[in-house]
């Protein structure tokens, strides 16, 4: 497809399981961005990646929240030991350096957690 | 830092009568900042985006939004709303110079569009 990629598209987990969330990004995008959606809220920033350098993760909420891009295409959000107020949607977003200063981010359409 | 508030959290209009969605921002720097759109089970798009050269800006589907340093506003508007309007809608700022490009939304507008 043309655009950026997630799955699962729903994910329900009891409290205290690992999740792994994945995103692949539109083709040739080399700058990649996490961000979580609680309900009713505005996207936060968690994590930037320009290609596989991980640049800042400055917004992950816990050393149980894990992102990785090892061959800077594909990213995986891993959440460790989910907690109920892990429960959002997380949106991963891809763009190239030049477009990402000019503030145009391509989204996915996420990836909505529930934790029970 | 830098912020936006979002003045209503949802704007109830009926098709064909103008759009105004209101924004503030806060900020230390000259701000670049940008309206984005989210449809129902859609990802979130660029809608327009101010950085510094006119005040006025023009966005897709005949949305625009005007830039006003003495108000710290940054007020999205429409003239005439359509049916397919009907969405979320984001106040978003950037700090470019000292944040890489990391965008910080709002919390969102729900725009409903009555027939």
């Known amino acids: 497809g043309a655009g950026v990629s997630q799955s699962p598209r729903y994910k329900v987990a009891k409290r205290g399981q690992d999740v792994a969330l994945r995103c692949d990004p539109i083709s040739g995008h080399v700058s990649l961005f996490w961000y979580q959606q609680a309900l009713g809220q505005g996207p936060e920033f968690l994590t930037y990646f320009q290609n596989e350098a991980q640049l800042d993760k400055s917004g992950l909420p816990s050393d149980r929240f894990f992102a990785e891009r090892p061959e800077g295409s594909v990213s995986t959000l891993k959440i460790q030991r989910t907690q109920q107020e892990d429960s959002a949607v997380y949106l991963c977003?891809?763009?190239?350096?030049?477009?990402?200063?000019?503030?145009?981010?391509?989204f996915g359409e996420g990836s909505r957690l529930t934790v029970l | 830092a830098q912020s936006v508030t979002q003045l209503d959290s949802h704007v109830s209009v009926s098709e064909g009568t103008p759009v105004l969605l209101r924004c503030n921002y806060s900020?230390?720097?000259?701000?670049?900042l940008f309206w984005y759109v989210q449809h129902p089970n859609k990802g979130l798009q660029l809608l327009l985006k101010?950085?510094?050269?006119?005040?006025l800006v023009k966005g897709i589907n005949g949305f625009e939004a005007e830039f006003k340093k003495s108000e710290t506003s940054f007020h999205l508007t429409k003239p005439s709303a359509h049916m397919s309007d009907a969405a979320e809608y984001f106040c978003v700022v950037s700090d470019l110079l000292n944040q890489g490009g990391k965008l910080i939304f709002g919390q969102g507008t729900e725009l409903s569009v009555k027939p």
């Open positions: 900020s230390s720097y000259s701000p670049s």
């Open positions: 101010y950085t510094s050269a006119a005040t």
């Open positions: 977003a891809s763009s190239l350096p030049r477009l990402v200063m000019a503030g145009e981010l391509f």
